[in-house]
């Protein structure tokens, strides 16, 4: 799944003005997740496409990249989550960010991402009951 990073002040409207940009571009968005560090925010999205969403966004003076995240399915129980980040912390592996993105039916859903030279060592570390 690949992701739009988006850096913008923490301010009133931020998040309705990029929306609305993407609805006026007709594009759909299939997650967001947000966060605040200092004055600084950050919107991480989704859409139904990458490339007229960051030619959007940049015609309305957003800066965005995309950063590609695996999908891993895994039961939603405690430990889960420490168990795969425990398997890629002993191959080295640095997982950059991570965001859970469903939780039904006993399984969540999550986004992880690592840089770029260690992605096909990540995905062979997802067993084949993990992949989405």
């Known amino acids: ?31 967001i997740n947000t966060q605040v ?9 989704s859409t139904d496409d990458t490339d007229r969403a960051l030619l959007a966004l940049a015609e309305a003076g957003y800066s965005a990249v995309t950063d590609d995240a695996l999908i891993v399915r895994l039961k939603d129980e405690p430990g889960a989550l420490a168990r795969i980040a425990q398997r890629f912390s002993e191959a080295s592996i640095n997982i950059r960010s991570i965001h859970i993105l469903d939780r039904k039916d006993g399984f969540a859903t999550i986004a992880l991402s690592t840089s770029q030279e260690d992605r096909p060592r990540a995905e062979a570390l997802v067993g084949p009951d993990e992949r989405v």
């Open 1 to 31: 799944m690949e992701r739009i990073v988006i850096m913008a002040r923490d301010e009133v409207g931020v998040l309705s003005d990029i929306t609305g940009v993407l609805a006026r571009a007709n594009i759909n968005l299939q997650s």
């Open 37 to 45: 560090n200092g004055e600084q925010g950050t919107i991480i999205i």
